[in-house]
Nanobody
Framework: QVQLVESGGGLVQPGGSLRLSCAAS????????MGWYRQAAGKTRELVAV???????NYADSVKGRFTISRDIAKTTVYLQMNSLKPEDTAVYYC???????????WGKGTLVTVSS
């Protein structure tokens, strides 16, 4: 049974930092691309950052230089370090595991990040 469990969300003031975690189980973690997505109220879900099985990373333009995605293969966990947070970063953040060669992907249930003074 595949599980992706996000944690670390909460309320933070503008300019603050948070670190999100996504603990994965039931998958060959190192073989998957792990991504963070977000969905703000009334908007479509968008890609924030992805780390591929090779370790290469990509970021949405809106978060480049502020967010960092990383993973701990031994702990089967992917992280999203978010710095210099802005009110427009407010959203539910979701973790996704993708193995394109097999056409499979899994989603977590999300964690809410609210950036407000």
């Amino acid at each position: 049974q595949v599980q992706l469990v996000e944690s670390g969300g909460g309320l933070v003031q503008p300019g603050g930092s948070l670190r999100l975690s996504c603990a994965a189980s039931g998958i060959s973690f190192s073989a998957y691309a792990m991504g963070w997505y977000r969905q703000a109220a009334g908007k479509t879900r968008e890609l924030v950052a992805v780390i591929r099985s090779s370790g290469s990373t990509n970021y949405a333009d809106s978060v480049k230089g502020r967010f960092t995605i990383s993973r701990d293969i031994a702990k089967t966990t992917v992280y999203l370090q978010m710095n210099s947070l802005k009110p427009e970063d407010t959203a539910v953040y979701y973790c996704r595991a993708t193995r394109e060669a097999y056409g499979v992907n899994y989603w977590g249930k999300g964690t809410l990040v609210t950036v407000s003074s």
